[in-house]
């Protein structure tokens, strides 16, 4: 058994440990090949809910539209919005953006190098902060993101009980992660960390033979996690509804107000008020997550001329679009999702493509 109290940690053994490891086990990232803080920032923020695989070619898309600061605070969010479609959490597409515009305004364009003048960006938290200060500006602080809650948890034999608050445990994890942070290298030692928790130190199975850092470890793999919120799960209809004019064809979209909290400005398929579809009208069935909740979504195939008689909560806002102009435009997933299915518009990346391929039911 490890020890659990701090003092004890035999740290610069723990830290040539993983460090070895990392050095030969790193995954080949883009954001690894140099130290460039804005590049850093932008895969930081597109990996806080997105899986790796996805993020490498969302990141270089990205990059190559906003190659820097200075072009991302110029950009209208809606072309910002755009380019995130699909990834989902668009609030980090948006903080990005004011984010950018206040270093472009406040900073020439460079960003903070210190992690509490990072913290003080829109949308910057102490994950961020701490992820670009560190493996850009190899500043000694920790980065805790829920592979290092799980890791450190199990080094040191902690579990959340009843007695202890969430936020007691989170400090106490905060404050070993930052003791045991390498000076030398925190940032390589920081994703050490986070890689050992994504791909060694696994919530279900974990693989602890193969684990560099197994003979500090207090567990050995057993942990004992807080059971993860059930999902809920809601039915929803919308229209599919297409024409064609001058030989184009358009499919009908509609704007989700500015006001509503999720997704705003966004766009996607009418939605209708009724969830039953006839079978006769059912184009597809789709179920797509978002947060907590599974929705169960019935897609309406409808006719140019029943347009009018279709009833939704924002048929106000309702546009033909062009196909060749839906990329430009920022997509909610689901609408992505079905306009893709019906070919109506090209399937991601390959990357993207296994993350999108949800069940059709
Ligand atoms: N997860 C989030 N950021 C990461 C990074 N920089 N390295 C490894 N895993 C990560």
Redesign the pocket.
């Known amino acids: 058994m490890g020890p659990s109290n701090p003092r004890d940690w035999n740290a610069p053994r723990l830290r040539a440990q993983i460090l070895k490891w990392y050095d030969a086990n790193q995954r080949d990232?883009p954001?690894r090949q140099n130290k460039d803080p804005y590049s850093i920032w932008v895969?930081?923020i597109m990996?806080?809910q997105t899986r790796?695989a996805v993020v490498i070619d969302r990141h270089r898309q990205f990059l190559e539209r906003f190659p820097t600061v200075a072009s991302l605070a110029r950009a209208a969010e809606q072309d910002v919005l755009a380019l995130w479609s699909g990834l989902g959490y668009y609030r980090r597409a948006r903080m990005l953006h004011k984010a950018a515009i206040f270093v472009a305004e406040n900073f020439k364009g460079e960003l903070p190098s210190g992690s509490a003048e990072l913290r003080k960006l829109p949308g910057v938290g102490a994950y961020t902060a701490a992820?670009i200060a560190s493996?850009a500006h190899n500043e000694r602080i920790a980065v805790v993101?829920g592979?290092v809650e799980r890791v450190v948890c199990r080094l040191a034999g902690w579990e959340a009980t009843p007695e202890t608050s969430a936020a007691a445990l989170r400090r106490q994890i905060e404050a070993l992660a930052n003791q045991l942070v390498d000076p030398r290298r925190p940032g390589d030692f920081?994703?050490a960390m986070?890689?050992l928790g994504?791909t060694v130190c696994l919530p279900r199975n974990p693989q602890c033979l193969v684990c560099p850092i197994a003979s500090h470890c207090a567990t050995r793999g057993e942990h004992k996690t807080t059971p993860r919120a059930r999902m809920l799960s809601r039915e929803i209809a919308h229209a599919l509804c297409v024409r064609t004019r001058r030989n184009q064809p358009e499919v009908l979209l509609e704007q989700r107000s500015a006001s509503v909290t999720v997704m705003p400005g966004m766009w996607e398929l009418p939605a209708l008020t009724n969830e039953v579809v006839p079978d006769e009208h059912l184009r597809m069935a789709v179920r797509h997550a978002i947060m907590q909740v599974n929705y169960y979504v019935r897609i309406r195939s409808v006719l140019e001329d029943e347009v009018l008689t279709l009833a939704g909560p924002d048929s106000g806002n309702r546009r033909w679009v062009r196909l060749d102009e839906l990329a430009a435009l920022p997509l909610t997933g689901l609408a992505r999702k079905v306009l893709t299915r019906a070919h109506l518009l090209k399937p991601p990346t390959s990357h993207d493509r296994r993350k999108t391929a949800a069940t059709l039911l």
């Open positions: 990232l954001w895969s930081e990996l806080q790796v992820a493996i993101d592979n920081n994703q986070m890689e994504a």
